[in-house]
């Protein structure tokens, strides 16, 4: 009897830790689920967002594993991406892996990668034309208020645009115990971002407040020139 309780008390333990170790953080993670060519749970990040230069879909030609993979393609050079928020924890390592097929995707910028939105941060690159599959990942650290990051699989990034196709399979989003030996993260924390944009504002507003003032120092001293001359006048 008292066994039975002892391992009652240990699955009752156990069963949390059980449950969000297989947690899973990434929807249609292996871009098995459609609705008419269209991705489900999957954003797009288009900057050219200009009908007839980029296409994005789900493809069943190329897979690394299931039915299908997500598919990519700018004709002209374009920052083009699919993107899914996901919700992290904070000061925590996580890395980021995929596999990737390109076909004539350019050498002089970025190639097919793996990237955060608002941070200028990729994976290593794949450019060119691959005949097989290629692993990517990234690695990094959330900050210590992070609850969530976006994760974006694309061609080209911030000020680096490409053309190109490109097929992603088999996505993963791991946490992990600790930094891997040799490893350097990157800096998943988007509040970064939003802090540049919070001074940018606080500028402005300063900005504003100083001409303001400016022009309340014009008015006074025309105001006082004006006085001055009624009263020497009279």
């Known amino acids: 009897m008292k066994r039975k309780i002892g391992l009652f008390i240990l699955i009752l333990i156990m069963f949390p830790k059980i449950i969000f170790a297989n947690e899973i953080l990434v929807k249609n993670a292996g871009f098995e689920e459609n609705k008419n060519g269209k991705l489900t749970s999957w954003g797009i990040y288009d900057w050219k967002n200009r009908e007839g230069v980029s296409e994005v879909r789900w493809d069943d030609s190329q897979k690394r594993s299931g039915s299908g993979s997500a598919f990519v393609k700018s004709i002209y050079p374009n920052d083009l991406r699919i993107k899914q928020k996901i919700k992290v924890d904070k000061d925590s ?51 210590p208020n992070q609850r969530n990051l976006t994760v974006t699989l694309g061609i080209g990034g911030y000020g680096s645009l490409n053309s190109g196709k490109a097929w992603f399979d088999d996505l993963s989003v791991e946490k992990l115990d600790s930094l891997p030996a040799g490893v350097e993260a990157v800096d998943f924390f988007s509040g970064l971002t939003d802090s540049s944009s919070w001074l940018k504002e606080a500028s402005n507003g300063i900005m504003l407040w100083f001409a303001v003032l400016l022009a309340l120092i014009f008015v006074f001293f025309i105001t006082s020139i004006i006085i001055f001359n009624v009263l020497h006048i009279t």
Do not use: H, P, Q
């Open 93 to 143: 390592y996580y890395k980021i892996s995929c596999w990737v097929k390109t076909e004539s995707v350019g050498y002089m910028n970025i190639g097919a990668n793996i990237s955060i939105e608002g941070l200028g941060v990729t994976s290593a690159d794949v450019k060119g034309t691959s005949s097989t599959w290629r692993y990517m990942e990234l690695i990094g650290k959330t900050g």
